[in-house]
């Protein structure tokens, strides 16, 4: 049993369609006394001996209702009145979040309830400036800002940092100009100016034009161009980066505004000041702590990885073994920074940007901690250079303004279950409360339409009555014809103010094993099928025993589901020649196998493992639809007619390379998760130079036949079997083509990105890497190991580089359940 949750997939504050139901500053929405359940729409009205009562749907207690309540009933004359108490009424809703919730949180001012602000960091040391990296974070941050006289994507106050060896401040002065004011003390940072001087409201015009020339000026002084005028410059200083004080800085001035976004600009590993992480060589240095057994080993949500101790006998994890060795000086600043980060609501986005042929191993899992932990984002853009890198800091920096707009910030959440369920452990990038021995209570700084995370829950066993309260048993009754869960989140929206948000859903109580099948949803239990897989990956270690273990856990569910549909459904009927499946899961071996070349990708290629460290992260916040999308991609022929719904796409062929073959049309996209790619086929030959095109004519087949089979493709596009084609699609008509269909593949990606909206993550169109021969796939050297790994993830259907075809597939899970079922 699980829950998958995505509670502000609708967004949050003037994004959400969701009714209100507003109540004072100082009372709380109705609760159940016993259980602590919010009033929902499942609570049933009980007619008591004296009074009327109320059934809460979670514990069973009836309570008297209270005398509000029962007045405003009497008085619209029925039960459930949608504008006064929708909560009688829908199953999700906001209240407004009563002050007593939140005694230590940054109260509302004269102005108004403090909104998020942003502050962004920006690194402007020698290096990042050479490669262009400063000025593409400043022309990316004014873009989102109203650059070129095109309104703001966001609607907040903004701060301005940059650093090097030190951390620059830029201050708003009364003329209207900007002056910069260096913080030097690196080891304790400060913020040498008010809020209210270094923040700039986009909603005040006269901040809005003093914020464009403030990044105009900087991005002129942070050029490449500017650093070929130095005359003299000690390359010593350019080693010293103080990135995590100005990471410390911009928290403590984020604090004092009511909380946001911080996003931050690495293009080198910070190495000096509080916080700086050097590079090691796998050992703990002097006078850090080590760990004491492989039982104390940090779980997935923590990157920092500690040397086993000399007396164990356990081999080395992957952890343990490749991670770079973080000591308690550097693990205690990013702890207390989380600390400060979950107290007014502060999400890190980061950006991390090496350079090219980088010696200094990056410590990627370090720096991107805080954005896991906290809800933020992160981009790794390796062999960073303007020329490659600064479009896709641009369009990520678009994409993440928009889930700032509508993301809700400083969230406590909690889970209630009814009786007979509770709660066993969460599955999220950021751990459970300490209070939460079940898992079913978190804090964390912000969650975004794309955010989504998933409950464990089990059936609770019989047990005695409550010694406190008497016959009061949290079994469930037999009886019951549904089990509840509600959500409650407490959370701020981008207008600042502080609302409670609470889902209700009731879950039918089926009478046999049987009954569950024709129930079964394909999409939100591959979706937590995966989430299980990726906590395996980052748990387990480098251990060859272990090593497809992530994997195998797909393939042992899929087993088993079918082998208990076979018995229950099929009375144990199994047929050698097929595999039954059932209407509505007829496509999960398909996702099964396609789950595991995508893991594959993160687990077993020959990429970065910080890199691929992180993609499991990612998978572990995806929401549905984003990992279903990444499950199977589509093909679209190129050109293509859009329709005129922009909710509708044109139609997609399967995730099968063989449909390049087919000749259906000139060009492909191919449409994923995580980006689309462009395919043309390769150029054709003459039918003179054609020694296929001769064979035909040698045939002694007609003209009529002659022109239908040069229409068709013989083979895969891979082999390059070309045929002759019409004179409009001779090679020097192929560059204008090229470019139309490139502005068709444009169109139908912007169309593809809306449509699968919200996402993770920018969905870049590129080209496709050159499809390896089909016969030797593996031996192919013209195409390297990760593009095969990645042709793989998209083309599902077809045999690739890490798992076999769908049809040899099909034919392996029907032989596992055979040999189950004679076991």
């Given amino acids: 049993l699980a829950v998958v949750c995505s509670p502000f997939a609708d967004g949050a504050g003037e994004a959400s369609n969701l009714p209100f139901s507003d109540t004072t500053s100082s009372e709380e929405p109705l609760r159940c006394p016993r259980c602590r359940s919010y009033l929902n729409s499942y609570f049933q009205w009980v007619r008591g001996d004296q009074q009327p ?53 940054p109260s509302a001012s004269s102005k108004g309830p403090p909104r998020p602000a942003l502050c962004v960091v920006i690194e402007t040391t020698v290096e990042a400036k050479r490669r262009g990296l400063s000025v593409a974070a400043l022309a990316a941050v004014a873009d989102i800002c109203g650059g070129l006289g095109q309104a703001p994507m ?70 490449p161009e500017a650093v070929d005028e130095q005359d003299a410059f000690d390359m010593d200083n350019d080693t010293e980066v103080a990135g995590n004080a100005a990471l410390r800085a911009a928290i403590e001035a984020l604090s004092q505004v009511g909380g946001g976004d911080l996003l931050i600009f690495h293009g080198s590993m910070p190495t000096v000041g509080i916080g700086s992480l050097s590079i090691l060589d796998g050992t703990t240095p002097a006078g850090s702590p080590n760990a004491a057994s492989p039982a104390s080993r940090p779980t997935a949500a923590s990157p920092f990885t500690a040397t086993p101790s000399r007396a164990s006998a356990t081999p080395k994890s992957r952890r343990e073994a490749g991670a770079l060795a ?10 207390e920074t989380l600390a400060l980060c979950l107290h007014t609501g502060i999400a890190v986005s980061c950006v991390t940007a090496p350079a090219p042929a980088s010696l200094d191993p990056w410590d990627i899992p370090a720096l991107t901690w805080l954005p896991m932990r906290t809800g933020g984002d992160s981009l790794h853009i390796p062999n960073f250079m303007a020329s490659t890198g600064a479009a896709s800091i641009a369009n990520t920096m678009r994409h993440w303004a928009e889930k700032m707009q509508v993301s809700a910030y400083g969230c406590v959440v909690k889970l209630r279950c009814s009786k007979g369920l509770k709660g066993l452990s969460l599955l999220a990038p950021w751990p459970a409360a300490a209070s939460a021995s079940d898992g079913s209570a978190f804090e964390v700084c912000r969650l975004s339409p794309d955010t989504s995370f998933s409950f464990l829950l089990e059936t609770e066993p019989e047990r005695e009555p409550d010694d406190h309260e008497p016959g009061y048993m949290r079994r469930m009754d037999t009886a019951r014809k549904q089990v509840y869960v509600q959500l409650a989140v407490l959370h701020t929206n981008g207008l600042g103010e502080r609302l409670l948000r609470v889902h209700n859903v009731g879950i039918s109580v089926l009478p046999s094993y049987r009954a569950t099948f024709p129930f079964i949803n394909v999409a939100p239990l591959m979706s937590l099928l995966i989430k299980q897989a990726v906590v395996v990956a980052l748990e387990q270690g480098d251990n060859p025993a272990n090593k497809n273990l992530p994997r195998d856990i797909l393939l042992e569910y899929l087993i088993q589901l079918l082998v208990g549909f076979i018995k229950f459904c099929q009375a144990g009927d199994f047929r050698s020649n097929m595999l039954i499946l059932g209407r509505n899961f007829q496509l999960l071996p398909l996702y099964i196998l396609s789950a595991r070349k995508l ?45 005129q719904d922009p909710a509708k796409l044109p139609s997609a062929g399967r995730a099968t390379a063989r449909i390049f073959g087919s000749g259906q049309a000139p060009a492909y996209l191919v449409a994923s998760t995580f980006g689309t790619w462009f395919y043309q086929a390769p150029e054709v030959r003459d039918e003179s130079t054609s020694s296929e095109t001769d064979d035909l004519k040698a045939g002694k087949r007609d003209a009529q036949q002659e022109k239908n089979d040069s229409a068709t493709i013989k083979g895969d596009a891979s082999q390059h079997q070309q045929l002759r084609q019409s004179p409009e699609h001779t090679p020097e008509r192929r560059i204008p083509d090229r470019e139309e269909l490139w502005r068709s593949a444009e169109a139908l990606s912007q169309r593809i990105r809306e449509r ?13 890497p050159r499809l390896p021969e089909q016969s030797q796939q593996a031996l192919d050297l013209g195409v390297s190991w990760n593009d095969k790994i990645l042709l793989s993830s ?25 040999k189950r079922m004679h076991d």
Avoid at 328 to 334: A, D
Avoid at 610 to 630: D, T, W, Y
């Fill in 53 to 105: 009562k109320l059934k809460c749907n979670m514990c069973d207690f009836s309570f008297p209702v209270p005398e509000s309540l029962k007045e405003d009933m009497e008085q619209h004359g029925q039960c459930a009145d949608e504008d006064n108490h929708p909560e009688l009424v829908f199953g999700s809703l906001d209240f407004s979040a009563a002050s007593t919730l939140d005694v230590d949180r």
């Fill in 154 to 223: 966001i609607d907040r106050k903004v701060c301005v940092i940059t650093f090097d060896a030190v951390v620059h401040f830029h201050g708003r002065l009364k003329s209207g100009r900007t002056q910069a004011v260096s913080m030097l003390d690196v080891d304790d940072p400060y913020l040498p100016l008010s809020p209210d001087v270094v923040f700039l409201d986009l909603k005040d015009p006269t901040d809005g034009k003093t914020l464009a020339a403030l990044l105009d000026q900087l991005q002129d002084e942070n050029s």
């Fill in 326 to 335: 973080v000591p308690r000086l550097q693990r205690m600043f990013f702890e």
């Fill in 599 to 643: 893991l594959y990708t993160a687990t077993n290629s020959s990429q970065d493992r910080a890199v691929g460290e992180c993609f499991l992260k990612q998978l572990l916040k995806m929401p549905v639809h984003s990992i279903m999308g990444a499950l199977y991609p589509r093909v679209y022929s190129l050109p293509s007619q859009l329709p």
């Fill in 756 to 768: 699968l909206a919200p996402g993770p993550t920018w969905m870049p169109l590129q080209e496709l």
């Fill in 794 to 818: 998209l083309f599902v259907e077809d045999e690739g580089i890490t798992e076999m075809s769908y049809n040899d597939w099909v034919h392996f899970v029907h032989s596992q359940v055979g």
